[in-house]
C-alpha cells in the first residue's frame, strides 16, 4: 500500500476549490491553504488545514484560524466506510466547532476532494479581520504556488517573489536602481528591500545602483528550472 503524506491532499483541494472560483495558494501565513474568491471588500476567503487524520492538533489548528475568517476547514483522507462511528463523531464535533470538513479519495484512481460540510459559522456575516486581510494581500502578491503540506522546502512568499523579479531584472540588465526597477515593473518597496537586503543576494556599488551578488547568482543558477525563475527568467523579461 502506498504511503502519502499531507502534500498528497494539496492539488485535489486546489482542483475543487479553483472549479468554485477561487485563486489558491499554499503555505500561507501559517495556513495550509488559503484560497480568496471576489474581489476587493466583498472578497471570501476560505482556510484549510490538512493532516493525513483527524487529531487535536488539526483541530486546534483550525480554530486558531478562526480569528481570520469564519471560512474554515479540515482535510482529512477519506474514510473506508462514510458511516464508521468516529468519522459520524468527527462530523458531530466540527459541526459545535463551526468548522468545515473536506475529505480527499487518495484511494481512487481519481484522486478528488468533496465538501462534506459547511462552517456553521458562515451563516453569520463578520466584518473582515486585520490577519484575513493580511492573508488576502499575501495571496495576491504571488504569481507561482507553494504546495501545501509539504515541509523542509523554502516557501515563495510575495515578498521572496518581488526579491526574485529585482534579481532577475539585475542580471538581465547589469547594475540598477530602485527607480529604473520599479520603471521595469517591481514594486513601491523596492528600495527597502534592496537597502534591508535580507537574503544578502543585492549590493551597493555605487550611489543608489546596486548588483546582485554571488549568493545570488548562486540561488539563480540553483533553481534556474523552478516555476518561479523561469518566469522571471531573462528570456521572459
Known amino acids: 500500500m502506498k504511503k502519502y503524506s499531507e502534500s498528497d491532499l494539496y492539488d485535489p483541494i486546489k482542483t475543487l476549490l ?10 500561507v501565513k501559517g495556513c495550509d491553504i488559503a484560497a480568496v474568491r471576489g474581489e476587493d471588500e466583498n472578497s471570501e476567503l476560505w482556510v484549510v488545514e490538512m493532516k493525513l487524520s483527524a487529531n487535536i492538533t488539526l483541530i486546534y489548528q483550525a480554530m486558531e484560524r478562526q480569528t481570520a475568517t469564519p471560512h474554515i476547514f479540515i482535510a482529512i483522507p477519506r474514510p473506508r466506510r462514510a458511516n464508521e462511528k468516529t468519522f ?17 479519495a487518495l484511494d481512487s484512481p ?26 488576502k494581500k499575501e495571496i495576491s502578491g504571488r504569481t507561482v504556488d507553494s504546495p501545501g503540506g509539504t515541509t523542509k522546502t523554502i516557501i515563495n512568499t ?15 540588465n547589469g547594475p540598477l ?9 517591481c514594486e513601491s518597496d523596492t528600495y527597502n528591500i534592496l537597502r534591508s537586503n535580507n537574503y544578502n543576494w543585492f549590493e551597493k556599488i555605487a550611489k543608489g545602483i546596486y548588483n546582485i551578488t554571488e549568493i545570488c547568482k548562486d540561488y539563480l543558477e540553483n533553481n534556474k528550472n523552478t516555476a518561479l525563475i523561469k518566469h522571471y527568467s531573462k528570456d521572459s523579461l
Open 158 to 172: 510575495a515578498y521572496r517573489e518581488r526579491c526574485i523579479k529585482i534579481a532577475c531584472l539585475i542580471e538581465k
Open 18 to 27: 479553483i472549479s468554485q472560483g477561487f485563486i489558491v495558494r499554499g503555505e
Open 110 to 135: 481519481v484522486k478528488h476532494a468533496e465538501i462534506i460540510s459547511f462552517p456553521e459559522s458562515t451563516k453569520r456575516s463578520r466584518k473582515e479581520t486585520k490577519r484575513a486581510a493580511i492573508i
Open 177 to 185: 536602481s530602485a527607480k529604473s526597477l520599479k520603471e521595469m515593473g
Open 88 to 104: 459520524r463523531a468527527l462530523k458531530k464535533l466540527l459541526k459545535k466547532l463551526e468548522i468545515g470538513l473536506i475529505t480527499v
